[in-house]
């Protein structure tokens, strides 16, 4: 692949978890980029996994993933984004805000993969079109390090606006998950 379809290919597989990341962002008392920077690395880290582990498996068993991966991109999207609606109507005003914008680990964890199976299905695609194994390490490690960049970002620019915005745009963050499960069960149904 070419480095400019790289990083296309890594800023589009991205765009999710910036999203996310700027709803994060919004609900947090003030601006901390260690924090940032831990969930850049968690999105970051999972979003260069799955397109490795996405190649391996259309290369070992192409047929079961393809079958399974909508279902489970629509579910973990659509709880975690559901999860994320709750959290924004049910908190008072600054209420609960820390704990709404670091969630435990498992809900960080649980956000990352379910934003970054599009990128599985992208290793699974560069499988069937046999992409060497140096190929999917080069796109991993783009698809890693764009997210990365660009989930950092988004939790700092959702501070900067949170203060204006607070649970809408986490409400906002909550429903484009939900609907980007969604799209993703009708593109693969449909």
């Known amino acids: 692949m070419s480095p400019a379809a790289v990083f296309f290919l890594s800023v589009s597989m991205s765009i999710d978890a910036f999203a996310v990341a700027v709803g994060r962002g919004t609900v947090l008392d003030r601006a901390q980029l260690g924090r940032a920077l831990r969930i850049g690395a968690v999105f970051g880290l999972v979003e260069a996994l799955t397109p490795f582990l996405g190649w391996l498996a259309g290369i070992a068993a192409s047929d079961w993933v393809a079958h399974v991966d909508h279902w489970l991109a629509f579910g973990l999207l659509g709880l975690v984004g559901i999860h994320m609606i709750h959290n924004a109507f049910s908190q008072e005003e600054g209420e609960g805000a820390e704990r709404a914008a670091s969630g435990s680990s498992l809900v960080l964890l649980a956000t990352a993969f379910g934003t970054s199976l599009d990128a599985m299905a992208v290793g699974l695609s560069l499988a069937f079109i046999d992409v060497d194994l140096a190929g999917i390490l080069v796109v991993s490690a783009g698809i890693g390090m764009a997210t990365f960049v660009m989930s950092t ?29 969604t799209m993703i069960l009708i593109d693969h149904i449909g």
């Open 153 to 181: 970002a988004g939790v700092l620019l959702g501070k900067a606006i949170g203060n204006q915005f607070g649970r809408y745009a986490e409400m906002a963050a909550g429903v484009v998950l939900c609907a980007l499960g």
